[in-house]
Nanobody
Framework: VQLQASGGGLVQPGGSLRLSCAAS????????MGWYRQAPGKQRELVAS???????NYGASVKGRFTISRDNPKTTVYLQMNSLQPEDMAVYYC????????????WGQGTQLTVSS
């Protein structure tokens, strides 16, 4: 499975941005797709995830500001980020765990979000 992320960039505090992640290859090996982020000096953390049936999960720091969605045939996920703050600045990684146990995690290449005035 290959994950291609796009949409990062520079945004002012309070602004919005949307990330996209398209899966290709053996997509039957994945169900949940989501986003993690990693800021300098910090551990990678879950931002949001969504299952193929639409069940979502959000990190505590982004609840109410970020929305994850998924298209049909469910191979692209979007992360709508609103009310962005400097603490949201990080490299965002698309993620998809495989169906196997333990799962093999597929990762996209990472896209930088910079929040600055």
């Amino acid at each position: 499975v290959q994950l291609q992320a796009s949409g990062g960039g520079l945004v002012q505090p309070g602004g919005s941005l949307r990330l996209s992640c398209a899966a290709s290859g053996y997509i039957f090996d994945i169900d949940t797709m989501g986003w993690y982020r990693q800021a300098p000096g910090k551990q990678r953390e879950l931002v949001a995830s969504i299952t193929s049936s639409g069940i979502t999960n959000y990190g505590a720091s982004v609840k109410g500001r970020f929305t994850i969605s998924r298209d049909n045939p469910k191979t692209t996920v979007y992360l709508q980020m609103n009310s962005l703050q400097p603490e949201d600045m990080a490299v965002y990684y698309c993620n998809a765990p495989s169906r196997g146990r333990p799962p093999n995690h597929y990762w996209g290449q990472g896209t930088q979000l910079t929040v600055s005035s």
